[in-house]
């Protein structure tokens, strides 16, 4: 121990460190492993990498022996599970019972339940896989742990992201041994609590993007609405009361005109939770009250709705570019060459339109420029490296100047047409009028809150001052949204 | 002991992995807080999650017992600093004198102090918060940390990039003793060495983008001056001399003579500095001696130019495809046509001309790719899995080759117009002439610099040969950022 | 050790958190470096910093000691390796030998070799820096280290990505005592074996993009390909035929026939491999029989592939913006304008085309979204904090949704021009046509393995079941692989 205790500043460090070490055959500890599959194998790989002996069970040793690695010991599952302490479970749930002829020797040990159900398993059964395996073996620990962890990482080695490994048992000292394994194995682990959290890990692996569902939905769900109404006022109408076929303007032009609605409104929809939370606060006096779900979950799904935005905004741009190489953008011009010779006009100039148009689009650009910063910013690896400040500072004012941007946009692009009558198609006002309603609010209320009586009182309740009286019962997650809209 | 003798492997792991442990009272350690805001609360609730015994300190502890995870024992002040070694202030440094009262049952124990100043703060108190605590309460040991941490890291625990926990104190012990906190906790504590470097860390949080503030005002100077410039050939000048109105060319056309401009200069300032550093060092005849710090700063922020360079090059793609869509470019054709025909000329071909254009334009565009992977390389998360030769190979090889492009695109783009009186508007050279200066001082050089005998000395001057008489004086910094300038 | 026991949730802790502790002298570790160049300095700072005592020998300490941290103590070599267990080696292979008369004094002692060598010394000698100085000091144990690892990142501090640092030696011992001041310094060990290794790690400085190689000469081999057809198609055989001069069609409209083109091979060249590993699984019977080696390696490339693509396609885009802006397009179109006017046609409007044209363009830029979503799932940020589904979903499902998506838009794009006998040039059939084989023939598989019957038999072979009699011999990786492939 003397060394140890001299220069502890490298004795202790022995462990992350050192692997070699663990190569010396009497020190590495000894593992089990059920089961013959790809994770089987690849577990089997990366435990000896990381200085472990392992021992795989196998109900036809000769047969299986070629596909683990030559240090591994492949041996009869009776042998197999006889001397290590902790044996990995590596087989799917079907076959569990299949082991219960182990029961005996593997009583008292750590079995660790790897096992990810397929979807249709996760929903028939309502108990997890580790708690059956717990079931099957009552003489021993089951800890759930590496589900999340794919046949690949185990070999390739985690990378940076996905190095965590959720870790669950009913048994502390258990749950402690695996911690320490996976940590040798490179991994992170990361408490989940008891056994009961098993289904909820099993689950990990089956999420698919939860946060960009109802933003993706929301976003279809306006695209649809605004594609209808553009439908009729630029196709249907023409066609009925005109009798013009316009029908060729459905894949480009009636698409380009929906999608800057979208991403609009969109881009709107983030900036409004915000504004609504800080109503809230305002009208409560207290920070410390909780927001109602919806909101809460609305403010967590911002950057979602955002990126959405920016994505129709993207799209946007691509179908504006493609209207000048459209054929029918070439006969127009031909066409109008033409009238212009036959009626002998030899100069055409309106300088209204033009000076619209040259405005419109420059803002245009302008727009998207500052949201593509919003999504460069917002990628893992940047917003990690931003501090609070310049986040909320690139997030929320850079986001605003790209909402008063696109406001511009839209009302130099309506320009006066929202007072000409025909413009109503059916009655039906220009589409840009509807998309303006939301953006106006949001800018409004945002300038409100710039009124130094209204800003100093909600800065005080966000620095945690309450008004007397002001009830307050919370959950610790609402204080950090709280929190979060304060910055936004 | 014995058992920790025999598996170290595992046994010393147990710290970092296991919380659950922690879990057990009597085996947790206990932690004090004081205060009852965002932040307190967010502490408590990991605290009690890493497996700490967390006791809070409040003048209300009826009032304040709702909002702290039940785990959480919150008290009276005077009972809650009693019995833990570490307390956590977590009160505005207005209200630390309020804590006097304490100082008896406080005397001798580790005051953490994670408070973060306003900006107004900062500047109005020259003493760090840090400080003044310490000031207040010299019987006890100050530590600073936690302060760069927002209560929502806290509570969604740490990620990725943001996991450094910068901590300073006077005294080792304390600050080890909170280092280990930290980690416990998932975080990376970052020696910052005395208590004097608190006023330091309290300004992280205040950091607004730094490293980009110079750069961008250099754009921006760039931008207006070109702009300046443009407006008066382009549009000034026909008002003046040929009273035509051409001022609708503001919005966009003018705009999109000005960006490139302002682009390719700001290409040319990321690679002037390098050709500097290296003819320093020939001159010199070592890499050792400091290199002056305008040149030491401006080597630091080539990849912010670089990146602001891509984005005006961006904006200025975005702006040449909105020209076909402009009103005005559709007058001009129709006009144009029409004149034709009254001229009755049947067939319109300038080759000239036409070769130009499309010359000019593939240029550009091919920049324009070369500069996107540049921009891509120098994401945190890309430039990170890159090698220091993968690296330099991009970011100087590749970033030359787009110099050389756009130097292309620039060249063709004026064509013969440079020599052509009819282009000197007010005797104004036309705008390329002045941005083509530092760009082809650079190609020269970096040419010159692939001479055998100048490239060989460089490179022996690189490896840490000297030419005799060398003067060496230098900072370690300096070298490092000579080894990087040695790349581009 | 009491003290140690009763609260080791910290206690253990110690090492990994605190680096001011080692700051007191008596406690810190001495290490030795000789040499003074970039690394050498750096080392000292990153080593002093991280509380190590350090020792520089130098032939001339009074000229080198200016270059130090003023913490390291500079002295003469013979002094300077007395003290310490290890000795960094910071000089170059050259001058290795002329360390010989220290060979007393360092006898026993860990040397660390962190020296890289050049492309040049690299190929030149067959044996590694370490072994050669291995073989200079064979009473020494030298350890491969820090080589990785620049000068830069040394003072800086390592940054996420580039924390792991590869250590090799015969050693055992020696390797753990590196790798524990490797991970006081910040860094990540990785074990990579015995001094055998030293050749393969002092290559990895060396190796530049390696997996870009093969997929980059691929693409540009088809561009060339492509390049020349369409040239011969557009612009030879108008010339030699018509004898007209379409020479100006080389650097944009010929370009832009050949981007897309590439980039839709590619894309196709994405998914093939998948398409051929499911066909060898249903064949073979099993997943566990290795795939040859070819495969393999398609396998590993389908990133970068799938990059390429994109990368041609976005360029394709930006190609296509720029033909409205050609002056050959302005021409056309006024002389199209005068042509009509003299053919007294006043109307000009060709549904067919209109519609071709409109169709084919929405198809092209909603192919360009899907692709960018994928190009942006595929950086490293984002890739690691997908779950394998989600990746999965993605990268496969997504992909062949741009891979059906570009198809259509190949195909309304040549419409009806396949059978038209006016479009084969030359005997040549037009472009277009060439590319869809390989994207239909995965589209094609895809369909088939959607079929019940085979997509069942498809998951049962990817669950792990195997036909009777199903040979198998494998190595883990492929079977990693197998389960990759799994998902695509």
């Given at each position: 121990m003397s060394r140890e205790m001299d220069k502890p500043l490298i004795s202790l460090h022995l462990v992350d460190s050192d692997t070699s070490l663990a190569?010396?055959?009497?020190?590495?500890?000894?593992?089990?492993?059920?089961?013959?599959?790809?994770?089987?194998?690849?577990?089997?790989?990366?435990?000896?990498?990381?200085?472990?002996?392992?021992?795989?069970?196998?109900?036809?040793?000769?047969?299986?022996?070629?596909?683990?690695?030559?240090?591994?010991?492949?041996?009869?599952?009776?042998?197999?599970?006889?001397?290590?302490?902790?044996?990995?479970?590596?087989?799917?749930?079907?076959?569990?019972?299949?082991?219960?002829?182990?029961?005996?020797?593997?009583?008292?040990?750590?079995?660790?339940?790897?096992?990810?159900?397929?979807?249709?398993?996760?929903?028939?059964?309502?108990?997890?896989?580790?708690?059956?395996?717990?079931?099957?073996?009552?003489?021993?620990?089951?800890?759930?742990?590496?589900?999340v962890i794919s046949a690949w990482t185990l070999q390739a080695g985690p990378r940076d992201g996905n190095r965590q490994v959720p870790i669950c048992s009913d048994q502390p000292e258990a749950k402690r041994a695996v911690s320490e394994m996976a940590i040798t194995m490179g991994f992170m682990p990361v408490d989940m609590g008891s056994l009961a959290s098993a289904r909820e890990m099993e689950a990990m692996p089956l999420r698919l993007l939860p946060a960009w569902k109802v933003p993706t939905l929301l976003a279809l769900g306006l695209f649809i609405c605004f594609y209808a109404y553009n439908f009729v006022r630029d196709v249907l109408q023409p066609y009925v009361q005109e009798s013009k076929n316009k029908f060729f303007k459905l894949p480009v032009s009636v698409v380009n005109t929906t999608l800057p609605c979208v991403a609009y409104v969109l881009l709107s929809l983030v900036y409004l939770p915000g504004v609504l939370a800080a109503t809230l606060q305002l009208r409560r006096g207290t920070k410390y009250h909780r927001f109602p779900d919806w909101l809460d979950h609305w403010l967590q799904h911002r950057k979602q709705i955002g990126l959405l935005s920016f994505f129709c905004a993207a799209l946007h741009a691509l179908y504006s570019f493609c209207l000048p190489l459209r054929r029918s953008h070439r006969y127009d011009l031909v066409n109008l060459a033409v009238k212009q010779v036959l009626a002998n006009k030899s100069h055409l100039w309106v300088e209204e339109e033009v000076w619209r148009m040259e405005i419109y689009l420059s803002l245009g650009v302008l727009a998207l420029g500052t949201l593509s910063l919003l999504a460069v910013t917002s990628l893992p690896s940047i917003a990690n490296s931003l501090n609070w400040r310049e986040f909320s500072f690139v997030q929320s004012s850079l986001g605003f100047v790209a909402l008063v941007l696109s406001t511009l946009h839209t009302l130099t692009y309506g320009w006066t047409r929202a007072f000409e009558e025909s413009r109503y198609k059916f009655y039906l006002p220009p589409t840009f009028t509807l998309t303006l309603l939301v953006p106006c609010v949001v800018i409004l209320a945002k300038a409100l809150f710039l009124l130094p009586c209204i800003s100093r009182r909600l800065t005080r309740i966000r620095r945690g001052w309450e008004r007397d009286g002001a009830i307050k019962f919370t959950l610790p997650m609402d204080n950090a949204l709280a929190e979060k809209t304060s910055h936004v």
């Open positions: 190569k010396v055959p009497d020190e590495a500890p000894k593992v089990g492993i059920l089961g013959s599959g790809d994770f089987a194998r690849s577990l089997a790989t990366r435990l000896v990498s990381s200085g472990f002996k392992v021992v795989v069970g196998s109900r036809n040793p000769k047969r299986t022996a070629g596909l683990f690695p030559s240090a591994a010991q492949v041996t009869f599952q009776e042998e197999a599970v006889s001397s290590p302490e902790v044996i990995f479970v590596a087989v799917f749930r079907e076959h569990y019972s299949s082991l219960c002829g182990l029961s005996d020797q593997l009583a008292g040990k750590i079995l660790v339940d790897v096992s990810n159900p397929t979807e249709q398993e996760h929903l028939q059964h309502r108990e997890s896989n580790a708690e059956y395996l717990a079931s099957l073996f009552p003489t021993c620990t089951v800890v759930k742990a590496f589900n």
